[in-house]
């Protein structure tokens, strides 16, 4: 399921059930394609949700390398959060919440407090919102 794919979590419980789907699990985070600790889930998951986690990691790694000009870690929802606008310029709110998997109405702060987190970290101007369209701007 996961052959041939380095991951690294402190967790023992974690690193078992990896080693179980077939990963190599690495001692060191700086070997590792994924680091669990930096994505990992407080609700339960199912084997199928994990693979997703892990294999969505891996297809936009790429994604937040070209952004950031070099390998950064990011919690999940923010690396979601980058990816969506990423691929997908000038979206408002709504198709936000929708790309990243929340219902359009549901009322959360969620994806917000990502953006807050985000433009804290990285500056302003680094989410930008033009006319209630966001997108990537400037680090």
């Known amino acids: 399921m996961l052959e ?3 991951i690294y979590s402190s967790d023992k419980y974690w690193q078992h059930i990896f080693a179980d789907l077939g990963a190599i699990v690495v001692d060191n985070q700086n070997m590792a394609d994924v680091v669990f600790d930096d994505i990992a889930t407080n ?4 084997v199928d949700d ?3 986690l892990i294999f969505d990691c891996l297809d936009n790694q790429d994604i937040i390398t070209n952004i950031f000009g070099r390998y950064i870690i990011l919690p ?3 690396r979601k959060v980058i990816v969506s606008l990423y691929k997908n310029p000038n979206i408002s ?4 919440k929708e790309n990243l998997g929340f219902l359009p109405d549901v009322t959360t702060h969620t994806v917000e407090n990502a ?3 985000l433009r804290k970290n990285y500056g302003h101007d680094f989410i930008q ?3 209630r369209k966001y997108k990537i701007g400037h680090l």
Request: aromatic content about 4%; cysteine-free.
């Open 115 to 117: 953006i807050y987190q």
């Open 4 to 6: 041939n794919i380095k």
């Open 50 to 52: 994990l693979k997703k």
């Open 76 to 78: 999940n929802l923010q």
């Open 129 to 131: 919102n033009d006319n």
């Open 43 to 46: 609700t339960p998951v199912s």
């Open 93 to 96: 709110m709504r198709e936000l």
